[in-house]
Structures are given as C-alpha cells and as structure tokens.
C-alpha cells in the first residue's frame, strides 16, 4: 500500500492505494505526465508533472518548468515529427 500526499485543487489530500500514483513534482497535483527534455543519449528528465505544470511543446512532448526549452534538441530525436 502506497500512501502519497497529493494536492487537488488547492488542497491537501493523501491518496492511498496498491500502486505509486504519480504527482506533479513541482505542486504536487495528480501528474501523469513525465518531462521529455533529454538530459543525455535517449535518455529523458522523466520528472513526474501535471497538466498545469507541464510546458506542450509539440503533440505528445510535454517539459517540466526546470526544462522549457530547447524543442529543438526534442524534435530530433522524436521520429514520427
Ligand atoms: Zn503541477
Ligand atoms: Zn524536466
């Protein structure tokens, strides 16, 4: 059982349950999106963000606040761009 600390709409709430739900690492609402900024060879920043905290650069590619640019870097290694 994973107990996690999770904001929803301003407050604090804990969500309890058999898996690790994702939360927004930045203000700590439900997540489900992972930053696509590259930090190295195929390899991804993955933090954990919300909608309200991810930055859409494209269909798809969403960067966490830490990592807003550069999209060119992204759209090279996305193939179906
Ligand atoms: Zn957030
Ligand atoms: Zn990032």
């Given at each position: 059982m994973h107990c996690t600390r999770v904001n929803v709409g301003g407050v604090g709430a804990i969500v309890c349950g058999p898996r690790k739900i994702p939360v927004c690492?930045?203000?700590?609402?439900l997540g489900g999106l992972l930053c696509d900024?590259?930090?190295g060879k195929k390899k991804t920043c993955d933090k954990p963000i919300c909608r309200g905290c991810a930055i859409n650069i494209a269909p798809n590619v969403d960067l966490c606040p830490d990592h807003p640019l550069p999209a060119t870097q992204l759209v090279l290694e996305l193939p179906s761009l």
């Open positions: 690492a930045f203000c700590h609402s900024f590259l930090i």
